[in-house]
């Protein structure tokens, strides 16, 4: 890989866009070797958690490669823009929580990945926008899909109208980050969130991340029946077992076997 980190801690693995001078704008290879880490980290069953960030201090991803796609045409585009989407619907479906540590620019591409994430936690520099309107085309890679069922369709519609950045605090108020840390406690904020959240069953997790997804595209009712099925599914897992055991018994201690 020549764009992309890749660092295994315990149950957590964490991936890094790796180009720094670029501002680790997204690329075709980018986007390429993206798609093949998380692969790799999916065969990888004893990982429980992803963090992605960017590289350096100042930017996570600042965007699209602007000069790779200029001069594409209607048909390039399209296909572009559909790899796109479907790396970050990889990650939106990833069966373990993948949390955002956006440490500086997140803009078009950039913010459109930190939204395919289960949780984004920001650094105080933080900036958010999509700008591509701005640059004479919409958002291509789920920004116009994501960002409006996160805060709200009129939020959504004045931040991308009007191409305007937000900086971190106000991505706070608005719901698009779960928290905001000084610079150099992100990394260490996501990680221990991260871990958090590796201690507990992942069969568990992702059932609970399934259910989410799936009942956020339903109707309420449609949502429990998804609820139920992910709810009673856990009862075929040895952690199942193993967790209510421990309950019982009042451990203090308890590790889960992904079984």
Do not use: W
């Not at 949780?119 to 926008?129: D, H, S, T």
């Not at 928290?179 to 609970?208: H, R, W």
């Not at 075929?236 to 992904?258: I, P, W």
């Amino acid at each position: 890989m020549e764009t992309i980190l890749l660092n295994t801690e315990n149950h957590v693995a964490i991936i890094t866009i790796n180009r720094e001078k670029a501002l680790n704008a997204l690329s075709t290879q980018v986007l390429t070797e993206l798609n093949q880490t998380l692969d790799e980290i999916n065969a990888n069953k004893d990982v429980y958690c992803i963090i992605i960030t960017g590289a350096g201090a100042k930017s996570f991803v600042a965007g699209a490669d602007i000069a790779e796609m200029k001069d594409k045409s209607v048909e390039e585009a399209a296909t572009y823009g559909q790899f796109g989407n479907e790396v970050f619907r990889k990650i939106e479906t990833f069966r373990c929580p993948v949390i955002a540590a956006v440490n500086g620019f997140a803009l078009g591409g950039g913010c459109e990945l930190a939204m395919s994430c289960d949780i984004r936690l920001a650094a105080e520099n933080a900036v958010f926008g999509q700008p591509e309107v701005g640059l004479g085309i919409t958002p291509g890679f789920g920004g116009t899909q994501r960002l409006a069922r996160l805060v709200g369709a009129g939020v959504a519609k004045e931040m991308i109208f009007g191409a305007r950045n937000i900086k971190a605090d106000r991505a706070y108020a608005i719901g698009l980050v779960n928290a905001v840390y000084p610079a150099e406690e992100l990394m260490g904020a996501a990680m221990k969130m991260a871990n958090g959240i590796a201690k507990n069953a992942p069969i568990a997790v992702a059932n609970a991340k399934r259910a989410i997804n799936d009942g956020l595209q339903s109707d309420i009712d449609s949502g429990i029946a998804i609820e139920v099925k992910e709810f009673a599914d856990c009862f075929r897992t040895e952690d199942q077992t193993y967790g209510m055991t421990c309950f019982l018994e009042k451990a203090k201690e308890k590790t889960f076997s992904n079984k």
